[in-house]
């Protein structure tokens, strides 16, 4: 990946995301918009980006007829179990 110019190692050793590489990975992750402003790629992972995100998702959910759905009960019910959990942490 270092010679595709999408990784470079930086002073401490470690690799970190080239220009390219923060196109590649924003091209990889579409849903996650790049970040020019930053160079550590972890700002794309931000917590505004994945809520925006997850209300994009659900948003979908909602316009998906129940019998789809149905199958997934479970899933959704855990989901919502830890998304409980989360926000009774903020209280």
Known sequence: MV???IIVKNSKGQYDLTENG???NSKLLGRFKEDNH???IRKVWS???ILAEMENDVSYL?????????AEKE??????ERLNE???TLE
């Open 86 to 88: 989360i926000y009774e």
């Open 62 to 70: 909602e316009d998906i007829k129940t019998e789809k759905l149905n």
């Open 47 to 49: 917590i505004k980006n």
């Open 22 to 24: 923060r196109k590649l």
């Open 75 to 80: 899933r959704i019910t855990r989901l919502k």
């Open 3 to 5: 010679a595709e110019d």
């Open 38 to 40: 930053e160079e550590n």
